[in-house]
C-alpha cells in the first residue's frame, strides 16, 4: 500500500427489477456505452482472486481489517487478448483501484505460483505483488 493513488467512496446498493429498469433508461441517455461491450452492450469479466497459502485476504476480510489489499488477474469477454493484473486496496471505508495490462504467459506464470522475475518490472503494481 505505498504507492499513492486516489482514493474514492464504492457503495453498493440493492435495487428492485423496476428501478433497474427505470435507471437504465436514465442512464442510457446519459452516459456513453462502452466501447467494449458486445453487441448488447454488456461485457462479461472472469476474476481469478491470489490469496496465502494461509488465507490470510480472506481472513483479513472476515475480521473486519479495514487497511488492506486484494489481488486479482482479470479476463474480458472470455478471451485472454486482454489480460489485467488489478489490486483492489482499501483504507478504511475508501477505495483505489491499479491495474496493469500483462500477457497471457504472465498470467499462467502468477496463476502457477511463480512470481519470478516480477522484482525487477517497471510496473508498480507487480512489484507489490511479490512485496518488493
Not at 42 to 63: M, Q, V
Amino acid at each position: 500500500m505505498s504507492i499513492s493513488v486516489p482514493l474514492r467512496h464504492e457503495l453498493k446498493y440493492f435495487i428492485s427489477p423496476m428501478e433497474y429498469q427505470v435507471l437504465s433508461r436514465v442512464l442510457d441517455k446519459t452516459l456513453q456505452r462502452d466501447p467494449n461491450g458486445d453487441e448488447n452492450n454488456e461485457y462479461h469479466i472472469r476474476s481469478l482472486y491470489f490469496d496465502t497459502f494461509f488465507n490470510d485476504a480472506l481472513i483479513d476480510k472476515l475480521d473486519g481489517v479495514k487497511n488492506r489489499d486484494k489481488y486479482r488477474i482479470r479476463i474480458y469477454n472470455y478471451s485472454d487478448r486482454f489480460i489485467r493484473m488489478e489490486c483492489k486496496t482499501k483504507v478504511g471505508s475508501m477505495i483505489s483501484k491499479r491495474s496493469t495490462a500483462i500477457p497471457r504467459l504472465l498470467a499462467e506464470q502468477l496463476i502457477a505460483g511463480d512470481p519470478t522475475g516480477l522484482e525487477r518490472t517497471r510496473s508498480g503494481l507487480l512489484r507489490m505483488y511479490t512485496g518488493k
